[in-house]
Structure formats: C-alpha cells, structure tokens
C-alpha cells in the first residue's frame, strides 16, 4: 500500500508564491506516476500537473503552465509544487495522486485514473 502526505499549503497573496509537497512511503512500484490535482467546494478534483517515476518528464495543465513547477527528489521520496503568480482561482485544496505500473503513454489528467491519494492541503490565495 502506498501512503501520501501532503504539506506546505497555506495563505498567500495575489502574485506571491507557495510550494506543497507530497511525501510518498509504502510499497512504490519501480515505475509509476506522480501528479497534483486541486479542488474547490461543489467542483471536481482538477488536474494541476503530473511527473514520472524518475522526474524526467512532466506535464501541466494550461491554466498554470508557466507558473507552476512540479519536481521531485528521488532521495527524499517527496514530490513538489512550487506555484509562482499565484491568483485568487488558484485557491482550492491540493491533493497529489498516485499511479504504480505507469512508465509511459498519454499523460493521465483524470483523478479516477490514479489509485492512492493523500488527504490534501489548503492553499488560499487573497486578492
């Protein structure tokens, strides 16, 4: 079973910046997929952004490429969202998800499409 921790979410105003992190423990495949999605009351969890099993290869939504960055340390089995510009739309709880067995093919940006979750941070942005 793996098991997912979020941190870091917290208050920020309009243009600054937050990272969250995400650590993952548990039984990792050796390849898999990380990503972070978001979601705000009465809405669907949106996808934000994923990477690989190894940080070689990730993929954004359109509504944050640009300003957000996700990475990973492979040493610290710990995965990042640093959010830069952030905007009042982008206040929601972020989730990050889990995929074993993923190596590659089309990015998955469903949340029915990962398997383990942790159990989100708050980020708020004011305007």
């Known amino acids: 079973q793996v098991h997912l921790v979020e941190s870091g979410g917290g208050l920020v105003p309009a243009g600054g910046s937050l990272r969250v992190s995400c650590a993952i423990s548990g039984r990792t495949s050796t390849y898999y997929a990380m990503a972070w999605f978001r979601q705000t009351p009465g809405k669907e969890r949106e996808f934000v952004a994923a990477i690989n099993w190894n940080g070689g290869s990730t993929y954004y939504a359109d509504s944050v490429k640009g300003r957000f960055t996700i990475s990973r340390d492979s040493a610290k089995n710990t995965m990042y969202l640093r959010m830069n510009s952030l905007k009042p739309e982008d206040t929601a709880v972020y989730y990050c998800?889990?995929?074993?067995?993923?190596?590659?093919?089309?990015?998955?940006?469903?949340?029915?499409?990962?398997?383990?979750w942790g159990q989100g941070t708050q980020v708020t942005v004011s305007s």
């Open positions: 998800g889990a995929k074993m067995f993923w190596t590659s093919g089309a990015w998955m940006t469903q949340s029915k499409d990962y398997d383990d």
